[in-house]
C-alpha cells in the first residue's frame, strides 16, 4: 500500500511556526510501524511545497492520514483533509492524533473515512494489511468508521493507552531533508525524542496523566541509546510528559549516555519536586548533556497550587532554581495566568519572574483543554469557544477585568519579561519566545487582539462584563 502521512499547518494559532517548528514526531513513528511492509511518505504543509503539487506530479496514495495533532489544529486539519479529498478521492482518508484521541468537536464537516485513536502505529499497519489483503477493516483494533466517531465520540481517555516499549521505532529517513528546519526556541536545529510517557501526579488541568491512564511508561536504555544515534542534531528536546519520575532508570540513562560518548544538548521537562528531591542525579544529567529544563512552576501562590491540585509547593521551585542554576542549567518555567487576573496580579508575576531570575519564561492562559478534569467541571461556564482558543493563549472563562484590557496585559507581561536585561550571561534574548526576526512581534499583536477570536456561546455576548470571574474554580484567597 502507499501511505502518505501528512501534518498540517494552523496558520492561526499564537504560537506560529516561525517561533517553534518542531519535527513531526508521530507522523514518524507511525511510518515506523509501516517500514518494511508499506510504502511511506510523509509531506510537512509548514516547509514542504502545497499538495497539489503532489497530484500536479502524478502522486497517487491508497490511503492518507491527516494528524489532529492539538485542540487548536482541528480546524487546520479539517482544512487539509478536505483538500486531501478533492485531490486523491479514491484514497482512503484517516484522521489520528492528540485531538480525536480525547473529542469530536469540530469534524462534523470534515470528508474522513476513518479515525484511529490513541497511539496509531498499530491501528494504521492494521488497516493497511487489511486493504492489501482484502480482509474486514472492522478487525482493526482503535480503528473507528468516521460516521460512528461522530455518533459516539472516543472511547474515555487512556483506554487506548500503550506503553512505549512496544512502540516501532521513528522513520526519521522520512525527513532528512528538513532536519536543518526544525528549531524549538533557540535551539537551532533540533530534533524531537521520547524516553517515557505518561505522569502519576494528578494536576487539574493536565490530560497527559489520563491519557496513559494514570501509568508511567518507560522506553528501554538501549531503545534510547539506538535512536540518539540516528539523530545528527546537536539539540534534544526530550517530549516527555516527566522524564525523570524513575530516578534509578534516568542514573542509567545518564551514565550510558556518557559511556556511549554522546555530545548532545538536552532540554527536559521536569518538576520541580522531582529535580530538589534528585540533586545528584539533575548533576550527572548536566554532564550527560543537560542544557534546559522547562519546569511547570504555575504559580508561587500556595492556594492557587492547591487549587490545581500540583501536588508541590512554591519552595520547591524557589530551590530547583537555585539547583539549576548552580550547575548551569537554564530554567524555562512557565506560569499560569488565570481569567480572574487583576492588573496586580500579572504585576505581581512579572515580578516573581525577575526576583527568581528565570531564564526563559512562558506563560500559559488556565484553559480547560478537552478531556481534562477542568474541562469536565468549567465547560458549561463558557462564554466563547472555538479550536483556536484551546492554544494556551486564550480564555473561554469569563475575565475579571474587561476582556480587551485583559489580553492587553497579557501581552504586556508576555513583552516586559523579553525586554529584561538581568539575565546574567545570556546569550540569547531572555525569554522563551525567541525569534530573529519580526515573529515575536507579530505573536505580541495577536496576543493583544486575542477579544477578537471565538464564537459567542448560547447568545452570550463577546465582550463579558468586567465583573468577578463566576465559573466554579476551586477559590483562591
Known amino acids: 500500500m502507499k501511505v502518505l502521512l501528512v501534518w498540517p499547518r494552523s496558520e ?28 511511506v511518505e510523509i509531506h510537512d504543509c509548514r516547509l514542504d511545497p502545497p499538495l497539489e503539487q503532489r497530484a500536479r506530479e502524478g502522486a497517487a496514495y491508497d490511503v492518507v492520514g491527516v494528524a489532529v495533532p492539538f485542540t487548536c489544529s482541528a480546524r487546520a486539519a479539517v482544512q487539509t483533509a478536505r483538500e486531501v479529498k478533492r485531490l486523491w478521492p479514491r484514497a482512503l482518508l484517516v484522521l489520528g492524533g492528540h485531538h480525536p484521541t480525547v473529542s469530536n468537536e469540530w469534524f462534523a464537516d470534515c470528508p474522513a473515512d476513518y479515525v484511529i485513536l490513541g497511539e496509531g502505529g498499530d491501528a494504521l499497519r492494521g488497516l493497511s494489511d487489511a486493504l492489501e489483503q482484502g480482509t474486514p477493516l472492522s478487525d482493526v483494533a482503535n480503528l473507528v468508521p468516521f460516521e460512528r466517531f461522530l455518533k459516539d465520540g472516543p472511547p474515555p481517555v487512556g483506554a487506548t493507552a500503550k506503553d512505549v516499549k512496544h512502540l516501532a521505532k521513528p522513520d526519521r ?24 510517557a505518561g505522569c502519576p501526579y494528578r494536576c487539574d488541568f493536565c490530560i497527559l496523566w489520563k491519557l496513559t491512564a494514570g501509568r508511567y511508561f518507560t522506553k528501554a536504555v538501549d531503545g534510547v541509546l539506538e535512536e540518539l544515534s540516528e539523530i545528527s542534531s546537536e539539540n534534544i528536546y526530550v517530549v516527555d510528559d516527566e522524564a525523570f519520575i524513575v530516578a534509578k532508570r534516568m542514573h542509567e540513562l545518564a551514565d550510558a549516555i556518557a559511556t556511549a560518548g554522546f555530545r548532545k544538548k538536552f532540554h527536559m521537562y521536569i518538576r520541580a519536586d522531582t529535580a530538589v528531591r534528585n540533586p545528584a542525579l539533575m548533576e550527572k544529567w548536566r554532564g550527560a548533556g543537560l542544557d534546559s529544563v522547562l519546569i511547570g512552576a504555575e504559580s508561587l501562590e500556595e492556594d492557587e497550587l492547591d487549587a490545581y491540585k500540583k501536588g508541590a509547593g512554591a519552595s520547591e521551585t524557589v530551590q530547583a532554581m537555585r539547583l539549576f542554576h548552580s550547575l548551569g542549567v537554564k530554567v524555562r518555567a512557565n506560569f499560569i495566568v488565570r481569567p480572574d487576573f487583576e492588573r496586580k496580579d500579572f504585576a505581581r508575576v512579572a ?6 531570575g528565570v531564564d526563559l519564561p512562558s506563560f500559559s492562559v488556565l484553559t480547560p483543554l478537552p478531556g481534562t478534569n477542568l474541562y469536565e467541571r468549567v465547560r458549561s461556564e463558557f462564554f466563547v469557544d472555538g479550536p483556536e482558543l484551546y492554544d494556551c493563549y486564550h480564555t473561554l472563562l469569563r475575565t475579571k477585568l474587561p476582556l480587551e484590557e485583559f489580553y492587553s496585559a497579557f501581552a504586556d507581561l508576555i513583552q516586559g519579561t523579553a525586554a529584561r536585561t538581568d539575565v546574567p550571561g545570556a546569550s540569547q534574548a531572555p ?47
Request: aromatic fraction near 10%; hydrophobic fraction near 35%.
Open 12 to 39: 492561526s494559532v499564537v504560537l506560529s511556526d516561525e517561533l517553534s517548528c518542531c519535527e513531526p514526531l508521530p507522523l514518524e513513528y507511525l511510518a515506523g510501524a509501516l517500514k518494511g511492509r508499506h510504502e
Open 173 to 196: 529517513s522520512l525527513l532528512t531533508r528538513h532536519a536543518q528546519r526544525y528549531f524549538h526556541s533557540y535551539y537551532r536545529p533540533t530534533a524531537l525524542i521520547r524516553f517515557s
Open 351 to 356: 515580578a516573581q519572574v525577575k526576583t527568581l
Open 431 to 477: 525569554v522563551f519566545y525567541y525569534s530573529t526576526g519580526s515573529a515575536f512581534t507579530r505573536m505580541i499583536q495577536a496576543v493583544r487582539d486575542g477579544h477578537k477570536l471565538g464564537e459567542p456561546v448560547s447568545g452570550t455576548p463577546h465582550l463579558p462584563p468586567a465583573a468577578p470571574a463566576s465559573y466554579p474554580l476551586p477559590v483562591v484567597s
